[in-house]
């Protein structure tokens, strides 16, 4: 059974650089695409990007800016990078997977919320 | 960028009752429509993919029809582990985009 957990700091200071690292176990595929969508508090879903078996990424035009992904498959983890945050970078951040397609997600992290504030 | 309107943001119900929650398009996304679940601090649950494809080991009651751009996602017969807000998702085009969810609460 894949199992994906989320790690990485609460707290973020205002202008500081957001880190987050999902580690993935169980489970092994050729083809899959490692994600992170966020949900600020009380509000609904926003996807941040991916970044597919090959190493290729994709992110949200909202954030291209400030955003990265990466990967360290030799580890099975994957790291979500947003630069320059600000309060409106408030939310619980979700890494999630899948196989064939890239938004269907069946498989998810349990969320970890991550705070911007002095 | 597409926008996904849901309706109705949210709704009353009881066990037993059939539900329907639509999800419009601001354009045509043919099917390439996603459903998904989640409850009060949880991640959310994947249900249904291109429309109208059950994922594995979701329960029969979960059912989702649609192209273009109006869906529908229906439960019929609600039980008691189905109160949850529910999402919409496209992945027609990029970026994706989720509707505002419809939170289903017991009556």
């Known amino acids: 059974q894949v199992q994906l957990q989320e790690s990485g700091p609460g707290l973020v200071k205002p202008s500081e650089t957001l880190s987050l690292t999902c580690t993935v176990s169980g489970g092994s595929s050729s083809s899959y695409y490692w994600t992170w969508i966020r949900q600020p508090p009380g509000k609904g879903l926003e996807w941040i990007g991916y970044?597919?078996?090959?190493?290729?990424?994709n992110y949200n035009p909202s954030l291209k800016s400030r955003v990265t992904i990466s990967a360290d498959t030799s580890i099975n983890q994957f790291s979500l990078k947003l630069s320059s945050v600000t309060a409106a970078d408030t939310a619980v951040y979700f890494c999630?997977?899948?196989?064939?397609?890239?938004?269907?997600?069946?498989?998810w992290g349990q969320g970890t919320l991550v705070t911007v504030s002095s | 960028a597409i926008q996904m309107t849901q309706s109705p943001s949210s709704l009353s119900a009881s066990v037993g009752d059939r539900v329907t929650i639509t999800c419009r398009a601001s354009?045509?996304?043919?099917?390439?429509l996603v459903w998904y679940q989640q409850k009060p601090g949880k991640a959310p649950k994947l249900l249904i993919y291109a429309a109208s494809s059950l994922q594995s080991g979701v329960p029969l009651r979960f059912s989702g029809s649609g192209s273009g751009t109006d869906f529908t996602l229906t439960i019929s017969g609600l039980q008691p582990e189905d109160f949850a807000t529910y999402y919409c998702?496209?992945?027609?085009?990029?970026?994706?985009?989720f509707g505002g969810g419809t939170k289903v609460e017991i009556k």
């Open positions: 998702l496209q992945d027609y085009n990029y970026p994706p985009s």
């Open positions: 354009q045509g996304i043919r099917n390439d």
């Open positions: 999630a997977m899948g196989l064939d397609k890239a938004l269907v997600l069946p498989y």
């Open positions: 970044i597919y078996a090959s190493g290729s990424t």
